[in-house]
Every structure is written in C-alpha cells, then in structure tokens.
Nanobody
Framework: QVQLVESGGGFVQPGESLRLSCAAS????????MAWHRQAPGKQRELVAR???????TIADSVKGRVTISRDNAKNTTYLQMNSLEPDDTAVYYC????????????????WGQGTQVTVSS
C-alpha cells in the first residue's frame, strides 16, 4: 500500500518560513520523481517544485528564489523549504510521486498525499 504523508504545515505570518515534509512508503522511493503542488481556494492545483531521482530540481516561477526542494532517499522523505512566505502562498500543499519523461521533461504524478494546510496571514 502506497502512502505519502505530508507534515509541517501551519499558520505563519508574512515573511516567516516553513519546511514541509513528505514521508513515503510502499514505493521504491529513489526511483520516483517527487513533487509538491498547491491548491488555493477557488484556484487550480499548481506544481510548485519537483525533484527527479537524479536530484534535478524544477521550481515554479511564482516561488522561485523563495522555495527549495530536496530529498533524503535514506528516509524516503522529500522536503519543501519555503522562505519569505506571502499571503498568496496560502493553500493546501500536496506531495506526489511520479515520473518525469526525459523526452519532454513533463512530470506525471502517480501517487498523492492528503495535503497539509499552509496559511500565511498577519
């Protein structure tokens, strides 16, 4: 049974930082691209960051410079470090595991976590 369990969300003030974690089980973790997505109320889910099995990272323009993604294959865990948080970062953040095709560099999620809420407000 595949499980992706996110943690680390919460309520923070603008300018503060959070580190989200996603612990995976039931998959060969180091074979998957891991990614973080977010969905704000009334908006479509968007890809925030991804990291391939070879640790190649892609960061969305909307968060570039404020967000880093990393993975610890020994712990089957991926992380999203978010700095200088803004109210527009308020969303449910989801972790996914999937495949990146080298032919087009597109990412296709296969498994999803349940999400963790991040709220940024003064």
């Amino acid at each position: 049974q595949v499980q992706l369990v996110e943690s680390g969300g919460g309520f923070v003030q603008p300018g503060e930082s959070l580190r989200l974690s996603c612990a995976a089980s039931g998959i060969i973790f180091n074979a998957y691209t891991m990614a973080w997505h977010r969905q704000a109320p009334g908006k479509q889910r968007e890809l925030v960051a991804r990291i391939t099995s070879r640790r190649v990272t892609t960061i969305a323009d909307s968060v570039k410079g404020r967000v880093t993604i990393s993975r610890d294959n020994a712990k089957n865990t991926t992380y999203l470090q978010m700095n200088s948080l803004e109210p527009d970062d308020t969303a449910v953040y989801y972790c996914s595991a999937g495949t990146t095709f080298s032919s087009n560099d597109n990412y296709y999620p296969t498994y999803w976590g349940q999400g963790t809420q991040v709220t940024v407000s003064s």
